[in-house]
C-alpha cells in the first residue's frame, strides 16, 4: 500500500522559511516521481515543485522559482521541499503525491493533480505578513 506522509508546515512570518518532509513508503521510490501540490481556500490545486524518479530531474511553477528547492534522499525514502524567502501567497495546504516517472509529462512540464494517484494528507503553511 502506497503512503505519503507530510510533516513539517506551521506558521511562519513572511521572509521566513520553513522546510516540508515526504515520507514514503509502499512502492519503489526510485521508480516514483514526487510531486508538491498546494491548494489556497477558494483555488484549485496546482503544482509547486516536481522531482522524478532515478535521474532527480525537477520542475517548479514560476511563482516559486529560486525560492524553493526540492530533493529526495533514497536511504530514507523522503522528498524534501525547502521554502526560503515565504510570502503570504504561499499561504496554503501542501500535499505532496506520487506517480510512477515516466507516466508525466517532463517535456511539457505540464503536471496535474489527475496524474497523481497516491497522496498524503496534507500539511498546512500559513505565511503572515
Known amino acids: 500500500e502506497v503512503q505519503l506522509v507530510e510533516s513539517g508546515g506551521g506558521l511562519v512570518q513572511a521572509g521566513g522559511s520553513l522546510r516540508l518532509s515526504c515520507a514514503a513508503s509502499?512502492?519503489?521510490?526510485?521508480?516514483?516521481?514526487i510531486a508538491w501540490f498546494r491548494q489556497a481556500p477558494g483555488k484549485e490545486r496546482e503544482a509547486v515543485s516536481v522531482i522524478s524518479g532515478r535521474d532527480g530531474e525537477s520542475y517548479y511553477a514560476e511563482s516559486v522559482k529560486g525560492r524553493f528547492a526540492i530533493s529526495r534522499a533514497g536511504a530514507t525514502k523522503t522528498v524534501y521541499l525547502q521554502m526560503n524567502s515565504l510570502q503570504p501567497a504561499d499561504t496554503a495546504v501542501y500535499y505532496c503525491?506520487?506517480?510512477?516517472?515516466?507516466?508525466?509529462?517532463?517535456?511539457?512540464?505540464?503536471?496535474?493533480?489527475?496524474?497523481?494517484?497516491?497522496w498524503g494528507q496534507g500539511t498546512q503553511v500559513t505565511v503572515s505578513s
Open positions: 509502499g512502492f519503489t521510490f526510485d521508480d516514483y516521481a
Open positions: 503525491a506520487a506517480a510512477p516517472s515516466y507516466t508525466l509529462r517532463w517535456l511539457t512540464s505540464s503536471f496535474w493533480p489527475k496524474d497523481f494517484p497516491s
